[in-house]
């Protein structure tokens, strides 16, 4: 039963989200974006490009999402688009100088935050921790569930 003294799991988890997600802002709020830090890094990590099904499928997010992430990085100066010559159907997305840079800065600041929570558990508490949280991925990937998504709401008028 789930009670003010006990709730559920899945609370502590959106919690602790939250809060990472506060922290990482605080970190890089000299950016230009505020936002889609993950994508950002995905997209920059190749440097031939990347077509936006293969970040859709990557980031596990339907075409209209990958659409306004993709849009969103683009208008910033993060990313261009080149059409493939051999097929011009086919258009890359191409992470920028300023992209790969600050994408870099953003995995920097996200494995800090990374060791500093993970240095008040040992090892072996972080191991087992990680084998869970896989294992319950696991689990509810494959239970029957509705598309959800999260707005993301901007942190600050960039």
């Keep these: 039963m789930i009670s003010k003294a006990q709730p559920p799991f899945v609370r502590s988890l959106h919690l602790i989200t ?6 990482l802002a ?3 709020n000299h950016l230009d974006i505020e936002r889609y830090f993950y994508p950002l890094i995905v997209i ?3 440097d031939i490009g990347i077509t936006q099904k293969k970040l859709s499928d990557l980031l596990e997010l ?3 999402t990958t659409s306004r992430i993709v ?4 208008c910033k100066g993060y990313l261009g688009r080149e059409q493939n010559p051999d097929d011009r159907r086919v258009i890359r997305l191409k992470p920028t100088e300023k992209a790969i840079s600050d994408a870099q800065e953003i995995e920097g600041a996200m494995m800090e935050i990374e060791l500093e929570l ?3 558990v040992s090892d072996k508490e972080r191991t087992c921790f990680e084998k869970v949280v896989r294992t319950l991925g696991d ?4 239970m029957p569930k509705e598309s959800v998504k999260f707005d993301y709401k901007k942190l600050k008028n960039k």
């Design 118 to 120: 993970f240095a008040a």
């Design 139 to 142: 689990t509810i990937h494959e």
């Design 26 to 28: 605080e970190k890089l």
């Design 71 to 74: 849009d969103y990085l683009a």
């Design 18 to 23: 939250k809060d990472y997600f506060g922290v």
């Design 62 to 64: 339907d075409k209209v």
């Design 44 to 46: 920059a990590k190749e």
